[in-house]
RNA sequence: GUCCCCAUAGCUCAGCGGUAGAGCAGCGGAUUCUUAAUCCGCGGGUCGCAGGUUCGAAUCCUGCUGGGGACACCA
């Protein structure tokens, strides 16, 4: 062997040369297609020892001299092998299943009388219930033993074993060999017949006396597999999650809790709010001014009135013509558009409630906040103490209450009021602050400081209040301090969650504030339009007013601890593909 | 809108100039209490798209597309 090798040496060293002549040798320590070239014309060592064969398997001969076509066609191949991988192979088993009579979408309903999560709940205590149960559900795994098998069904509940026994099945044996073992594949949907018991391990299963097919899965699920040792992910790419949401729901349990989780926040604001007798209603989404917040529009276009419309930022000004109206306390569960970047706590299209409530103000409304919360948090966590990322919150009443400029005070060692516009830019600049979009207005400085160092610090329920008039359009004049408003935001794990205000009712305030917001959005500001037909509403006098808006997303997101908003939002705008 | 990172098998990832890899899922076989079933065998890819550099590109460069993160806007 070793003499072999020594005397293809010469050889070695002829290549070298070659190649050396072709290109520049002293980079690589590789063979290239004319070293082949040179061997392919020497074939054999002068010692006489073919070479060639043993080079033919090198990659660039095989590049080189492999003809493209060699390859099997993929029609050429057995069934079995041609799609193996691929949705095709449970294509083909959808026409063997029809070939035995078996329709793969069958028209019957499958009426059930019980659920994964039940049996597993209820099976122990009572035992005789359980005789005949029917549920359905996906194939979740099968554990194929030759005469019997064990295999998961995962419902809407959760997962349960079943078992499956040749001998005993009801069905004639080959449904148990073809259509069950063949013909049957993860993530298809099946109704299944049985009873339960509990197996040697321990584990409570149902013995499968009777299945159906209701429907036939064409693609390979990503299944999670996991043990304490080692987690074999499944889906984790968030994109792929969010674009086929149905099967980030199919795989994960945690995903569909995570949505049961948000509709019973839903459910329970909407309670409490009903118990109080106030009364849900709707309001426009598409709108020919917009107004209530700051922030940029969609617009649409409507054919047949020919006129541009936008569509909602907000739905403050409708409800308060309600109060208008008549009506003591209205809400709103409002999806409101916003035209604005998208990031881990902003999707274009979000969910507020908004609540109005007549003859009251904001102090009242914080104990409303309160009591609401803690109804909440505790119907849907079960305790008041809700655990977000490294934080434990404690929703439990009443919250810290800080005053805005007390606040930053605290937070910045004097009170900046009194500073010159110059002096704020320098204290940004000295405190690594970004600025804020020109044109620097005083007030502009200080609310980039409040945002950027104050409220991240709020990590546990707390109320500020008294905000600076200038950014509150639509609040009411604080009753003793004319430069602030009644208006307070709830801030949690440094977010704000909720804002509200003791409404602003004086028509001829409400339009001198309305029009110096217009000459900012004349100067190029984002600013409220001047909505004239809700001033004229608060001209036939709106009672006194407080107000609330409170973030669906954002609550969702503390009390189901995940970080970004598209965990809370079933279909999150993407770019399409 | 700006900057940084990512895109390889159905899924999760490794490879980062020299024949495209692993685990899970899949296919064939064995198996009547398994549970990440196990054991034996097998297949599976336009390496996001388009250019460029190179004898040779999944790998290096440029552009594009999509996503993630940060910033800006905003809630």
Redo the contacts with the bound molecule.
């Keep these: 062997m070793l003499h072999e090798s020594l005397c293809h040496l010469p050889v070695i060293l002829l290549i070298l040369w070659v190649s050396g002549i072709?290109?520049?040798f002293s980079?690589?320590?590789?063979i290239?297609?004319?070293d082949i070239l040179v061997l392919y014309f020497l074939r054999k060592c002068p010692c006489g020892a073919p070479i060639l064969k043993e080079v033919a398997?090198?990659?660039?001969i095989?590049?080189y001299f492999k003809n493209n076509d060699s390859?099997p066609k993929l029609n050429e191949l057995p069934l079995?092998?041609r799609f193996?991988?691929?949705d095709e192979?449970?294509r083909a088993?959808l026409q063997e299943l029809r070939k035995l009579g078996i329709e793969p979408y069958p028209t019957e309903p499958f009426p059930t009388n019980t659920t994964a999560a039940e049996i597993l709940r209820s099976y122990p205590q009572k035992k005789s219930e359980f005789k005949s149960v029917r549920l359905a559900g996906r194939l979740w795994?099968?554990?194929?033993?030759?005469?019997?098998s064990?295999a998961?069904l995962r419902d809407e509940t959760g997962d349960i074993?079943l078992?499956f026994?040749?001998?005993t099945f009801a069905e004639k044996p080959e449904w148990y060999d073809v259509v069950f073992?063949?013909l049957l594949?993860?993530g298809d949907i099946i109704g299944v017949e049985g009873f339960v018991?509990t197996?040697?391990?321990?584990?409570i299963?149902i013995h499968v006396e009777y299945f159906r097919l209701l429907a036939k899965c064409l693609?390979?699920?990503?299944?999670e597999?996991?043990?304490e040792?080692?987690t074999?992910?499944?889906?984790?790419?968030?994109?792929?999650r969010?674009r086929m949401r149905y099967l980030d729901l199919i795989v994960h349990l945690e995903v569909r809790e995570i949505f049961r989780q948000r509709t019973a926040i839903v459910q329970a604001i909407r309670d409490y709010f009903n118990e109080k007798g106030f009364l849900e209603v709707e309001t426009p989404i598409l709108q020919s001014v917009y107004g209530g917040?700051?922030?940029?529009p969609f617009t649409t276009y409507h054919n047949a009135l020919g006129m541009e419309l936008f569509l909602r930022i907000s739905n403050e000004l409708f409800l308060k013509r309600l109060i208008v109206g008549g009506f003591t306390g209205v809400y709103e569960f409002s999806k409101?558009f916003?035209n604005?970047?998208?990031?881990?706590?902003?999707?274009?299209?979000?969910t507020?409630v908004e609540l109005y409530v007549a003859y009251q103000d904001y102090y009242w409304m914080m104990e409303e906040v309160e009591r609401l919360l803690e109804r909440v948090v505790r119907q849907v966590k079960g305790t008041l103490k809700v655990k977000y990322g490294e934080y434990e919150l404690d929703f439990t009443p009443p919250y810290r209450r800080v005053r805005y400029y007390e606040a930053l005070e605290e937070r910045m060692g004097r009170d900046v009021r009194n500073l010159s516009e110059e002096a704020l830019i320098e204290l940004l600049r000295e405190r690594e602050?970004?600025?804020?979009?020109p044109p620097y207005t005083k007030i502009n400085l200080i609310a980039?400081l409040f945002?950027?160092l104050v409220e991240p610090s709020f990590i546990q329920p707390t109320f500020v209040l008294d905000y600076p008039l200038e950014i509150s359009p639509l609040a009411k004049r604080h009753r003793q301090a004319p430069e602030l408003v009644e208006r307070f935001e709830l801030i949690v794990a440094g977010?704000?969650?909720a804002?509200a205000y003791s409404e602003l009712n004086d028509p001829l305030d409400q339009r001198a504030r309305l029009e110096r917001q217009a000459a900012l959005r004349a100067a190029g500001a984002?600013a409220m339009p001047l909505d004239e037909d809700f001033i004229r509403a608060l001209e036939y006098g709106l009672p006194p007013t407080a107000g609330l808006g409170l973030?669906i997303?954002?609550l969702a997101m503390i009390l189901c601890n995940v970080?970004?908003?598209?965990e809370v939002l079933l279909f999150?705008l993407?770019?399409?593909?």
Excluded: W
């Design positions: 072709f290109g520049d980079t690589r320590l590789h290239l297609p004319q398997l090198l990659p660039p095989n590049a390859r079995c092998r193996a991988g691929m192979v449970r088993k795994r099968k554990r194929l033993m030759g005469k019997a064990f998961v074993q078992y026994q040749r001998d073992k063949k594949d993860l018991f197996t040697k391990t321990g584990e299963t693609h390979n699920l990503p299944i597999k996991a043990t040792e080692k074999y992910a499944a889906l984790t790419n968030p994109e792929l969010y917040a700051f922030a940029r409101d916003r604005e970047g998208i990031d881990r706590y902003h999707n274009p299209e979000f507020q602050v970004p600025l804020p979009e980039q945002d950027k977010k704000e969650i804002n984002e973030g997303d954002r970080r970004s908003i598209q999150p993407l770019r399409p593909q």
